[in-house]
């Protein structure tokens, strides 16, 4: 039987809500879905249900004064994990929404399937972010200064192992662990020891920084040693 969770939606917007609400229960059978449609009465549900898996947050709702009510959320209820849902598409937005806390961003435009996809991956405790916003430094033609989104250097690059390179490519890419332990044909526990090697020798605190550390990395220049 798939497991049941408890998912806070807080968006100000009925139409949305009800459409996640529509691709939770689809997704997610017999999950108990609570809404909300500003930050204060938010704050009061994540108080009442400690046992909230998972709070998919609008940063345009009253109250939020966008991210400083991710912050003020984070800061009330920090042991549960919130993913920004907004029709924001702006990779520093994504990057700062990481920043303070948030452990995955889907796009509102996200097709039906994409969302449920990220929100299991985020409910198995993983982080999401959308591939497109990621790669849009190399796609958007605009020149990016050297400190942009704090790119990884050529010397950390080079202390990684050709594996650890490998991993790394595939979660620029979005993928989950599991998603790259079958790609490379290894085991999922090796994976995450990767990451974790990872994540040390970038260092970064967590797998979405690397993410976006690594989003503009021409990865064949690398492995071609």
């Keep these: 039987m798939e497991p049941a969770y408890k998912i806070l939606i807080a968006d100000d917007h009925p139409l949305f ?3 996640i609400s529509n691709v939770i229960a689809s997704g997610f059978k017999g999950s108990d879905i609570i809404e909300t449609d500003d930050l204060e009465s938010t704050l009061e549900v994540t108080l009442e249900h400690d046992d909230l898996d998972l709070i998919l947050l609008d940063l345009n709702m009253p109250g939020m004064h966008g991210l400083n009510g991710l912050i003020t959320l984070r800061n009330e209820a920090p042991s549960i994990p ?3 849902v907004s029709a924001e598409e702006d990779k520093q937005v994504v990057l700062q929404a990481i920043t303070y806390g948030a452990v995955g961003f889907i796009t509102k435009s996200s097709p039906r399937a994409q969302m449920t ?3 299991q991956q985020i ?3 993983n982080v999401y972010l959308p591939s497109d916003i990621i790669r849009t430094g190399k796609e958007s033609g605009h020149r990016r200064s050297r400190g942009d989104d704090n790119p990884i250097s050529p010397e950390l690059l080079n202390s990684l192992t050709r594996r650890q390179l490998l991993v790394l490519e595939r979660m620029s890419k979005g993928e989950s662990n599991k998603q790259i332990a079958y790609n490379l044909n290894i085991a999922e526990t090796t ?3 990767h ?3 990872i994540l040390r020798k970038l260092g970064v605190h967590n797998r979405v ?3 976006l550390s690594a989003s503009d990395v021409d990865f064949s220049q690398y492995l071609k040693r």
């Design 195 to 197: 990451v974790s090697a």
């Design 82 to 84: 919130v993913v920004i």
């Design 191 to 193: 994976v995450k020891a």
């Design 17 to 19: 809500r009800e459409a």
């Design 123 to 125: 409910l198995n405790g």
């Design 117 to 119: 996809d990220a929100i």
């Design 209 to 211: 920084q690397a993410i």
